[in-house]
């Protein structure tokens, strides 16, 4: 097998799997050190840097980081539950406890470079891309159709996941960067927009539509019937403030988990979330569904839609086929009709969570920017460019709905395409990132982290009282870890950054590192092609998805062999290698941003004379 | 040395032995040896021999004297018995265990010092007696906790690591096991468990005197050029008669097939331990050969290893002293007094 090239930054960035898993790649090891290390600010500003929404998605997060956590695979066959690390709810902690000395280590604006861009919409990738751009020394507006930036942030995620004043706190740190914001102001006319003198344009406006169910008896029953997300957004601005007794809540992905605890929230008696697929393929993440179900609302799958009952012109039940899973030969699952009988399931409202579409009803079809035949704008998938040179889009608008990280991830890159294209140069070629390798030897047995590694299981986040938490749907029900739990949580993470780095010329393979290894990843063996090595390990690599670090021929002509896959990134290897061939490295890894580092002109620097 | 305790996590695919227990199960305290010290690779060799023979941790008694070498019984099997003797009486002490219960497999660990130097007087005497025993030198030619003196194995001609040349000649304890009659005589590598393993494993099913020189060297003291127990030096002079496998047959057909004729021994369990000649003209169970070929080695400089001499019908001090099968330590008063009957009988004898 080819030795490992670790010069190439992709291969440790992928042992990181936390932040190989982030869409805007958050150095999460490195926040979740600072956590435990009691430095709230500076862990804080980690994310801030990277994520721009560190309180909201501390709250709100899809958490692509914590399925791919190494301390989950680490666990098992260890404890009786593995987890990974509570990431996201660590992520909070550093927002709950920072202090106000954050406010004034916001980075400061450059001096304005004359150039100006056009944001539509204030949902989180518009505020990523005004926030990256401000920072330089842009002009940037955005433009929104509600009165207060933060778009589905603020309006689908219900208050009592999301506080008010953590959305009012996040977006002000970026509109205070001298932001323009129009709010109020929905843009109704692409052509309008680009026939005003604006240097760029970028579009996050989000998916904004609700997909609607179109069976007999939606339109007679159209009064007690709402599409999910409008209704989120009703409830989110008082103007809807009560429900019907009986709610059922058709659909299985978050916005229908929303719906349904903020239903039981306005004084339904009895909520039901309906699903045509099965419990397991349900699009929601496992902790909404478990929320859900831990405030007494029952999952019911298998369930396909048929009719809404009416009696008398009142919406009383809905009608329902029962189907089940058949699975083809590939693989792919269909539901199929189990031939039972229909089942009626009585109901006084339903509310529509079955999926979000784009819709871009203002953008003139003749304006320059082409579509495709989904209704999605021609992109490049790196730049976000459109067939319009000075237009880009981001977040749900660019791909169709993901989440509040992606959309994050969406905006810097788009404000990279935009820097680069403001200063004439090709939005193609796309900056690499910064990378650090450095050894965190301290002295002959002593590291700059905390190697020791902990047994403790995943904490829980503590909840408000059900019966209190029931009764409002302002009052947060998570309530955050404390310091001595986030300690203790933190403790947890495996800094799977600090990198276990062989320098084979080195090693005398005296087999230290192999007697040590506490997970029996290294082996030292005769070479041979990938298949038939992770077969020879002294613990089988069944894990094809973790890479084998591979050294090149020893003394003895074999090689070293590591499976990267449930590494502890204890250390111990290298405290046991006596001639320093395993090391320690912490690896950091940040992506370049809008600004002089992803351009390729480099201003040149200026000298600066001081007097004697 | 280090500091923080090894995790006790786990790989996922860790599997169990016969008798219930993971490799992991076998393990000791975290080792205070220095980094990369050959030791460390014994310990891990006689933690997976253990794990593999399935035997029970609280059937194993650890012996050793003074020493590295003799600190790592604490580095592994934690579970099982240990007695830390007096430098170099490791022998004696274990002999009397032995006597007492001969029912628990004993591990005897030692060093050049412990065995070739202070301990080699009860060193001969427990191999002639025929103690049934593994007898472990971990011997890496020099005293490391004293910072580098050569020690009574070093050979001559070499090197120190401040360059001093040895002028003694060693002892040779192979020589020595072979002539005083150890009934199962090999010699391994701590940069080779492939082949280390298997020669404990052999050792632990051994019916008598099993003697194992392995050397071990030290990272610190004596891994220079100019040292004869260096990786670089043993890995250039190594030269094995044999290979033990243990494997089946039906594994055998798969594996790759190598040069080396294959005999079956027998062993006092009833299982027959295969053993793969290297050398032709080798014969594993021929005492004075073996002599003369270790000699003949040793004369050109090089290290044989390997399985060099087993007696498939080797007998033990107990079968030597008619001592009933079982152990002393389990007889009751009953069984040890005769009774007044029985005196009276006795001293009317003698009368």
Sequence with gaps: MRPTDVDDPEYFHKVVDCQWACPAHTPVPEYIRLIAQGRYDDAYMVNWVSNVFPGILGRTCDRPCEPACRRGRVEEANTAKPEPVAICRLKRVAADFKGDEVRARIQRTAAKNGKRVACVGAGPASLTVARDLAAQGYSVTVFDGEQKAGGFIRTQIPRFRLPESVIDEECNYILNLGVEFRGGQRVDSMAALLAEPWDAVFVGCGAPRGRDLDIPGRREAAADIHIGIDWLASVSFGHVTGVKKRVIVLGGGNTAMDCCRSARRLGADEVKVIVRSGYEEMKASPWEKEDAMHEGIPIINYHVPKAFVLEGGTLVAMRFEIVKAVYDAKGRRSLVPTGEPEVTIPCDEVLIAVGQENSFPWIERDCGIDFDDYGLPRLDAKTFQSSTAKVFFGGDAAFGPKNIITAVAHGHEAAVSIDRFLHDEPVTKRPPPHVNLVSQKMGIHEWSYHNAVSSDLRSKVPWAAAQKALQSIKVEVELGFDPVTALKEAERCLNCDVQTVFTEKQCIECDACVDICPMDCITFTTDGEEADLRTRLKAPATNADQALYVSGPLKTLRVMVKDEDVCLHCGLCAERCPTGAWDMQKFLLQTTMAGPACRDAKPATTRVVTAA | ?351
């Design chain 2, 1 to 351: 040395m280090t500091y923080i305790a090894r995790p006790k996590l786990h790989h996922p695919t860790l599997v169990r032995n016969k008798v219930g227990y993971t490799r992991r199960d076998y393990e000791g305290k975290i080792s205070t040896l220095c980094a990369g010290c050959g030791h460390d690779s014994i310990s891990a060799a006689i933690v997976q021999a253990c794990w593999e023979l399935d035997i029970e941790p609280h059937r194993v008694a650890k012996l050793s004297g003074i020493g590295c070498s003799s600190k790592t019984p604490d580095y592994f099997l934690g579970a099982s018995h240990g007695f830390n003797t007096v430098h170099g009486r490791m022998p004696s002490v274990l002999t009397g265990a032995n006597l007492a219960n001969r029912d628990l497999l004993y591990l005897g660990v030692s060093g050049d010092g412990d065995s070739a130097s202070i301990g080699l007087g009860q060193f001969a005497h427990a191999m002639r007696r025929g103690v049934r025993m593994v007898y472990i030198v971990e011997n890496n030619g020099v005293y490391g906790l004293t910072k580098g003196q050569f020690s009574a194995t070093a050979d001559r001609g070499s090197k120190s690591k401040k360059g001093v040349v040895n002028a003694d000649s060693p002892v040779d304890l192979i020589g020595m096991a072979l002539q005083l009659g150890a009934t199962y005589v090999a010699r391994g590598f701590s940069g080779d468990k492939t082949q280390l393993v298997p020669l404990i494993e052999g050792a632990i099913g051994h019916g008598g005197a099993a003697f194992i020189d392995v050397i071990s060297p030290c990272v610190a003291f004596n891994n220079h050029a100019g040292s004869t127990r260096s990786y670089d030096y043993v890995r250039e002079h190594n030269d094995a008669v044999s290979r033990i496998d243990f494997i089946d047959l039906a594994d055998e057909i798969k594996a790759e097939p190598s040069a080396g004729e294959v005999i079956s021994l027998p062993q006092p369990d009833g299982t027959r331990m295969r053993l793969r000649k290297l050398h032709a003209d080798y014969d594993p169970t021929d005492r004075i050969g073996a002599m003369n070929h270790v000699q003949a080695y040793q004369a050109q400089g090089e290290i044989l290893t390997g399985l060099l001499y087993v007696d498939p019908e080797a007998t033990d001090l107990h079968h030597g002293l008619n001592t009933v099968a079982r152990p002393l330590n389990a007889l009751t008063e009953a069984d040890l007094c005769p009774g007044a009957a029985a005196l009276t009988k006795l001293n009317g004898s003698l009368r």
